[in-house]
């Protein structure tokens, strides 16, 4: 991610994830019952990362010459961000991979 080009490229995989999310949301035939009620939570935390990663990409949280108190802004959520993931959901996750 050091240069523009690759943080583009990692949008475009969050805007990715995203579309998938919804399209097998809307599918309705790869989900149970229990993890579909959570997919609209899911899909709005993906949604909401791509936001942040494009206000990241906006205020500069990635260049070298940008203040410091803004890259540590952005790592603290971004640590945040995988934090609640986890807690949030967990359970689906472990369905999704160990099932």
Do not use: H
């Amino acid at each position: 991610m050091k240069t523009r080009k690759g943080r583009l490229i990692w949008l475009c995989i969050y805007f990715l994830m995203f579309l998938t999310l919804t399209l097998l949301y809307f599918s309705n035939q790869f989900f149970s019952s229990e993890q579909d009620a959570e997919m609209i939570p899911l899909i709005v935390y993906v949604f909401l990362s791509l936001i942040i990663a494009l206000l990241a990409e906006w205020f500069g949280a990635f260049n070298k010459e940008s203040p410091r108190y803004i890259k540590y802004i952005f790592q603290g959520i971004a640590a945040l961000w995988f934090l609640f993931l986890w807690i949030f959901f967990k359970d689906m996750l472990f369905l999704m991979f160990f099932s």
